[in-house]
């Protein structure tokens, strides 16, 4: 379960890590709490910014990918540390064999560390700087990341937002009985109970975001699943395997969500649920309390566009329409081709799903500008039914 053990709340509250619980609720606008499993992390415009941790001795510590520092850059955070008296250590990636891949480890077990800490995480703190850096020289603007996070702060923010943002990045931990299936942009969950039927429960939603008409796989990974196939002398449609990546675009998403479904992986969700939000409301992040119990029996699933902004809006949206229609019914590598036919249509006949194309201005000058302050609300995109994809 995704939760923090006692101690490590009590020190978050009253503790060591007060400054830095009392700086992150301060700086809600920007930044992002993540609860991972004994782990508190800061996530600023969709990058964990810091990831926070404790050891068997209740000794904390928080982590920093220096892979989105330059090598200039890497020194002055290093200088910097030195002169802030932060004791710290360099961790090389362990699968990375570039000598510039480190995570930076800071020792967070005094007041001076903390305090200072708190400096460097601030909006022109070395640390977020240093990230916002990174944005602005590289090619890779992870503009879906950046987009997920300033709708995740934005619906926070917004009391009047019918649903609350529990989780962004979220996957689950493989265990004896569990595989992981993908990593879901955003998990959502009503703030008020909705009937069922014969009963009421909070909804679960299931987010996954995408910037324009680029829902294509990458073909290389989906060969390799073909060639482990062929391997085994199997057809590739004859059953979605359980242990294999069918992809980066939409027919991985759908695969990862299929057998999300399929193997009991909801349940897990639903655990994880009630662990952030006892977490987060311990802390003070949020004021909701729910348990697993009371959860939608199964969740429902947006698949979000952001359309990029063009002169012809209505154009736009068509395009992203067309394109999707595509990867899901029409290209090799598309849904259809790669579930087997009794798995489409349980996918296509499943009525959770909901395709939205956000009606507003998106991308404005290479920044984004997502208008979005409640993400379920429907008045914000347009929604085309499921058979107009699924064919």
Known sequence: MRKLDDNFIKALNEGILKPILVHVKGKKEILYCGIRNNEFDIY?????????????????YSEFDFEYATVAEQKEILEKLDNLKISYSKQLYKTSKDKNKYKLKINLNNKTCVDNFCKLIDLNGLLTTTMNNYFIKSKNKKLERQAQHLMAVKN???????YTCVDIEYTQNS?????????????????????????????????????????????NDV???????KAKDEKINTKLDEKLSYGSGVT?????FYRFMKNGNYDVLKEDIEGILYVKNKLGLVNIDIKRED???????????LCT???????????????????????KYCVKNMFSEKEYNELKDWNNIKFCFYK?????????????NDIVNLSNYEIIENNKVFV
Not at 178 to 200: C, W
Not at 360 to 372: R, S
Request: aromatic content about 10%.
């Open 44 to 60: 600023y415009r969709g990058g964990a910014l810091a990831k926070i941790y404790s050891d068997k001795d209740n000794n904390y």
């Open 175 to 219: 265990t004896n009985d569990i595989i992981p299936f993908g990593r879901f942009d955003m998990i959502l969950i009503s703030k008020e109970k909705k009937d069922f039927g014969i009963e009421q429960k909070y909804n679960v939603v299931v987010v996954e975001l995408k910037i324009g008409s680029n829902y294509g796989t990458n073909t």
């Open 360 to 372: 507003g201005n998106e991308l404005v000058n290479k920044q984004i500008d997502v208008n979005i």
């Open 295 to 305: 959860l939608s029996l199964e969740p429902e699933f947006w698949f979000i566009t």
């Open 223 to 229: 060969e390799l699943v073909i060639e482990k196939a």
């Open 309 to 331: 902004e063009k002169n012809n809006k209505r154009l736009q949206i068509e395009s992203c329409i067309n394109s999707l229609k595509n990867n899901i019914s029409k290209n």
């Open 252 to 256: 991985g998403h759908f695969a990862d």
């Open 156 to 162: 926070e923010q917004n009391k009047e937002a019918k």
